[in-house]
């Protein structure tokens, strides 16, 4: 009977030889460790590249790491989230590490606390939790056990690193555009909350806060208007449908995110009006899509990429042991877009 032998696997030994340095920096290498210098990462990895070497899961999850983070997204339909995963990916891609995401019911907490247990039964390394609207509590209890960064909350923690936009600046941001374009009847939609009390942490509450903030400084206090729906397209569509049906009716609606710009851009087609003719939309979050001709979306940039590098490279900081907390603030600008324009001379004389 004839054999055939299996090829040898490449070991960590075997790499080590190859690229002339201990066993322990192609481990460091490997775990991202601190101390390693960049002539060293790139030797290392040049040797694993030749040789072919791929670390064994099994074998590395029995010496306590498996080499997989966890995502708590709040649900997948979001665009903007995908600019995060796609800069989360690049960061980890050259330390071993893979992305395994889980969906946390929307806003629902007790979703989002069987969603996170999920990922800790399966012995992630780390999460990334993005917009989680549990208690900071909560968030602390499972810092505690496993690395956490959290994206796109204001808190503050010792035991777990936060990225975030300066949301205050970025609804700035729009309610200045529109009134300069001579805007007064300023609209917003806004995510209902669905914990107990105002929670200011949370990204959507401080938009909105900023919204009737800036409205009354500008004396435009009376033209508040404000549907709270969801941050969702069907959540856009309604609260544009409700504002719609106001009187006097809004010439502007400021959607505190993109995808609920989207359902208002829907809602307000489907009432037999124009967007930026009859009223003009404005989102938050500078998805992709928001840049397609036919949608050209007014939005706030806050660099989802660039916000998933930062969320992978603290999470990889703290998985290596890093125990101080990093609070990572993304200062956001506007791109305006043919959805918003001056209001028509007959909404220009009326709302004064």
Known sequence: ????????RVTI?????????????????????????????????AAIDELGYRPHNAARAMRGRTFT?????????????????????????????????????????????????????????????????????????????????????????????????????GAELVVEHLIALGHRRIAHITQKDTVGGRATALLHTIRAATYERMMTEHGLADHIAIAATSYTEEGGYDGAHELLVRDPRPTAIFAGADQAAFGALAAVHEAGLSVPGDISVAGYDNARLTGLAHVALTSVDQDGAMMGQTAGRLLLERIAGRASAVRFSVTPTLVARRSTASPGTVDRATST
């Open 13 to 45: 030994t075997d790499v080590a030889e190859h690229a002339q340095v201990s066993t322990t920096a192609v481990s460091k290498v490997l775990r991202n460790a601190y101390g390693v210098s960049e002539a060293m990462r790139i030797k290392v990895q």
């Open 1 to 8: 009977m004839v054999t055939r032998d299996r090829q040898r």
């Open 69 to 169: 983070i966890g995502v708590l997204l709040p649900h997948i339909r979001n665009p903007f989230f995908a600019d995060i995963l796609d800069g989360l990916t690049d960061e980890i891609s050259a330390s071993g590490y893979q992305a395994i995401m889980v969906q946390s019911g929307g806003h629902d907490p007790a979703a989002e606390r069987r969603a996170s247990d999920a990922l800790v039964d399966r012995q992630v390394d780390g999460v990334l939790w993005v917009a989680p609207v549990c208690p900071r509590g909560q968030l602390e209890k499972l810092a505690r056990d496993i690395p956490l960064v959290v994206l796109g909350r204001h808190d503050r923690s010792a035991l777990y690193d936060c990225v975030l936009d300066d949301d205050e600046v």
